[in-house]
């Protein structure tokens, strides 16, 4: 079965440092996500991705986030100055349209 | 905007007996879709399952079924015979399809836990 796979599985950073997460969505899919969950809560909203440019982006992103889909396969997420909030698993995911998504198994971010 | 409520922060069952957990949402729209998502220790999100607002009938995956109540905006999920492999946080989720590629609205959770 078809995955998405994100890398690294455990990132640590200092405060202030950029960090890129990355995401391989599932080659046919067309819609790609960022998702955010901060330990003990609920799953958030980042921003979508279609067609090369950002579809939908929540109040969560802002300057400090940024999307790219650099090579056709990979779908990047950045944090440009990380501060100690920015701590939380972040997933990716993809679909085709309408429907169900599929997430990867998570980066775990810790900002230090 | 979408809301989705799950009132039960923990539950548990005995194993090979039944549970079901609740989720009610709001909405203005008439056709949506609806999940839930097991998020196991390794806090992988894992699709359950999935019901379409339009389908009258009542989604099933092996195990696992849903009691949809479209009137009543509600989306409960029922675990059947539980394993202790399905200890695991639970969420519900809440899906417009008005524009391809919409965002998903998860509710806070439910941790789930099966006693041997």
């Known amino acids: 079965e078809p995955e998405v796979t994100q890398t690294p599985s455990h990132q640590v950073t200092q405060m202030g440092q950029e960090v890129i997460l990355r995401c391989v969505p599932i080659?046919?899919?067309?819609?790609f996500y960022w998702y955010r969950q901060i330990l003990g809560q609920k799953v958030e909203f980042l921003v979508s991705?279609?067609?090369?440019?950002?579809?939908?982006k929540s109040e969560i992103f802002d300057d400090q986030f940024s999307v790219e889909r650099p090579d056709g396969s990979n779908f990047t997420l950045k944090i440009r100055s990380t501060k100690l909030e920015d701590s939380a698993m972040y997933f990716c995911?993809?679909?085709?349209?309408?429907?169900?998504?599929?997430f990867g198994s998570g980066t775990r971010l810790t900002v230090v | 905007a979408q809301t989705v409520t799950q009132s039960q922060p923990e539950m548990s069952v005995q194993e090979a007996e039944t549970v079901t957990l609740s989720c009610t949402y709001d909405?203005?729209?008439?056709?949506?879709?609806l999940f839930w998502y097991k998020q196991p220790p390794s806090r992988q999100m894992i699709l359950v399952i999935r019901?379409?607002?339009?389908?009258?009938q009542n989604a099933t995956e092996n195990r696992f079924s849903v009691n949809f109540q479209k009137a009543a905006k509600s989306f409960s999920l029922k675990i059947s015979d539980s394993q202790l492999g399905d200890t695991a946080m639970y969420f519900c989720?809440?899906?417009?399809?008005?524009?391809?590629?919409?965002?998903?609205?998860f509710g806070e959770g439910t941790q789930l836990t099966v006693n041997p």
């Open positions: 995911a993809s679909s085709e349209g309408a429907g169900g998504y599929t």
């Open positions: 080659s046919n899919h067309l819609y």
């Open positions: 991705f279609y067609n090369n440019e950002i579809s939908e």
């Open positions: 909405t203005s729209e008439n056709n949506y879709y």
């Open positions: 019901q379409e607002a339009y389908k009258q």
């Open positions: 989720a809440f899906r417009s399809p008005e524009t391809s590629g919409s965002r998903l609205t």
